[in-house]
């Protein structure tokens, strides 16, 4: 008996364009919740801990926390819940707006979570075979793959920043964010330069030697897979269409 993180990576990627693709047209925390949950679900199936995602992102989430609160403070709408002078700091809809962010937003890492149960290969298999250039899916599977090196990153800089007696943890909840906060920019140069890296070194194997490619791997859909893609399209289109016709309209 075959489980469900046997699936054609294929179908994994449906799933995964299923839920993204809702969790960027939808801007409703309700809706976003309810995805949220769907995406956690998912991730079980899969036989995907949860809670090692968390442990490994963990430092990435207090940096999407910080950029939900920053949304909250430069979008301010309805309700003011604090405010010096004229200025509004928090409001109810910009809390709102910063939950939808951080709803979207773990449900893109969730989804990724996925892929995880495919190997690197057959990812790049099933784009080429969707007919999409060679060079083109391997940069995807890499965009991927790319996602705990950021997280890497950020933690390094955290130790860095521990390194030098600050202590985060006894921080008030304001230098707290701050230190989060400036730490955007060195994280995100050090993910270039590895990227960089990384680069060179396939350029070094050979990278585009050959127009063509050839493949010992061959992969083939089943009845399943054809199930789970088509309801997993059905049920999205069915969602965003409920819900631009009960909200938006």
Known sequence: MTSVSDLDPRTKLILIMCLTSAAVLISNWIFLSGLCL????LLSCFG???WSIIKRIRLLLYMMIVIALLQSVFAPAGQTLLAVGSVKLVTAGG???GAEFLLRMLIIITSAGILTTSNHREIIQGLVQWKLPYEIAFMASMGIRFLPVFAEEFRDAMIAVQLRGVDIKKLP????LEVTASLFQPVVAGAILKSKDIAMSIEM???RAYPTRTSYLVLELKLRDYVIMLSAIVVTVILIGGYYVCFIR
Do not use: D
């Open 38 to 41: 769907v995406s956690f679900g």
């Open 48 to 50: 995907v801990s949860l």
């Open 95 to 97: 809390l709102l707006k």
């Open 173 to 176: 909840l304001r230098q707290k």
């Open 205 to 207: 194997r050979g990278f």
